[in-house]
């Protein structure tokens, strides 16, 4: 682990770092959700409330965290989440993101609406990593981001189901975030310099990189904003999933399933995983957290495909809990976004952080290896008795 961030033990410290770095307007769109925020709280509150096995004198002297994802083996059954604007956090901040995770031997997924453009990533890394879509309007840009990904080198398509519009996000709105530079927009980059050197003025262009070719008027983040508030299609159904799995020769995943029935409609469109996930408490607030989604979906999905989870996971701990709860491996969202914010190194730091919380959970619960673990999650013992609040 690097040196500087040997002191940052958790979450909560990287989140803290993130804070004093990045002007607050950018802060609040990656902490932030929709509406009070009730589901972001929850999705923590839900791993937190999920009680581990304690077990004693086994011989825990040879242990196994690594985990398969989508037949790519990783050395925690653990992905980074794709996160639109990442970039911001650090300069060219996806390109940053997937060496820390080629690196930890862990999955990458860069988001559509990433800074970074596909090619730019696949430049930067060395390995295949994944890419992230979701639907939209103009049916020939998605067809030809899919073969710019498959071009690329993507070989796992990430697909994105719950963002039919995008949901209410009330401190994007109280800080304009899409609206135009301001004299208190200026102070506030100003504020923070180290930012302001690295991203402002080192780390463009700011632009979406993947959809600058479609998008010919664009100049700033706010124009490709609200073209990309045009693109959103609400009237997408299982069938254009259909169409898709016609169109993408590689692994499909869909994101965004928080109900059974739903997760029996992916199985069905020939998804290859799921993951359950409510975009990080971002769309619709007042659903189910994660965690107490998860067991009914593994049920209904029965491992007839990979199941991931995202939205609240925050330590080794919680990865331990999601295989325990019928996942086979987990996303992370925000700490990863949050250690972005000072870059590589503390992307590294942080899923070292999480590796070595994973292994030392593992030892304690006596469970030597994530398949015992997930054998434990697909036979539901934990969710039907140790854990009342799921
Ligand atoms: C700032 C931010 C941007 C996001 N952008 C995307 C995106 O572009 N595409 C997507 O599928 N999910 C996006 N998500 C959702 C994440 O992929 C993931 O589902 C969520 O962050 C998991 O919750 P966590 O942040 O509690 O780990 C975003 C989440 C955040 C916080």
Redesign the pocket.
């Known amino acids: 682990m690097a040196d500087r961030h040997a002191t940052l033990a958790s979450f909560a410290d990287f989140r803290r770092i993130a804070k004093t770095r990045i002007p607050p307007l950018i802060f609040d ?5 929709a509406g009070d925020e009730t589901t ?1 709280r929850e ?2 509150t839900a791993f937190a409330a999920v009680r581990l096995p304690q077990r004693v004198m086994v011989d825990m002297s040879a242990i196994d965290s690594s985990g398969d994802l989508l037949g790519e083996s990783c050395a925690m059954p653990l992905a980074l ?6 970039g911001l956090m650090c300069r060219r901040g996806e390109t940053q993101a997937v060496l820390a995770a080629e690196a930890a031997g862990v999955p990458f ?1 860069l ?4 800074i970074c453009s596909i090619e730019e990533v696949a430049r930067a890394a060395r390995r295949p990593f994944w890419f ?1 879509l ?1 639907m939209m309007r103009d049916r020939d840009v998605v067809v030809d981001l899919m073969r710019r990904a498959w071009d690329s080198g993507c070989r796992t398509l ?1 697909f ?1 189901v ?2 039919a519009m995008p949901g209410i996000r009330r401190r994007d709105i109280r800080n304009d975030l899409f609206g135009g530079t301001t004299p208190a927009k200026l102070l506030s980059y100003v504020r923070h310099p180290r930012w302001l050197i690295d991203v402002g003025l080192r780390g463009g262009p700011h632009t979406f990189g993947n959809l600058a070719p479609y998008v010919a008027q664009a100049r700033n983040l706010a124009s490709f904003g609200s073209w990309l508030m045009g693109q959103f299609d609400a009237g997408v159904t299982w069938r254009d999933i259909a169409w898709l799995r016609d169109q993408w020769r590689g692994k499909l995943v869909i ?2 399933v928080l109900d059974p029935r739903d997760a029996q409609l992916a199985l069905d469109s020939g998804a290859d995983a799921i ?1 359950v ?6 769309q619709l607030d007042s659903v189910s957290p ?1 965690a107490a989604a998860l067991p009914a979906i593994a049920q209904a999905v029965g491992g007839h495909a990979t199941l991931l989870v ?5 330590s080794g701990q919680d990865v331990l809990k999601a295989l325990l709860l019928g996942a086979d491996g ?8 949050y250690a972005a914010a000072s870059g590589e190194a503390a992307i590294a730091a942080l899923l070292a952080r999480f590796q070595a919380e994973l292994r030392t959970a593992m030892v304690l619960a006596g469970l030597r290896d994530t398949d015992e673990a997930k054998a434990i999650g697909r036979s539901h013992q934990l969710s039907r008795t140790a854990n009342p609040p799921i």
């Not at 989440?81 to 990442?86: L, S, V």
């Not at 988001?111 to 990433?114: E, I, K, R």
């Not at 987990?330 to 976004?337: H, N, Q, S, T």
Request: with cysteine; proline share 4%; charged share 15%.
């Open positions: 769109y990656f902490e932030g959700g972001i999705n923590e989440a794709p996160i639109g604007f990442a997924c988001s559509a609406n990433a992230q979701y990430v994105t719950d963002l994101k965004g993951v996930s409510n975009h990080g408490g971002r994660t995202d939205g609240g996971v925050r987990v996303l992370i969202g925000r700490p990863w976004a």
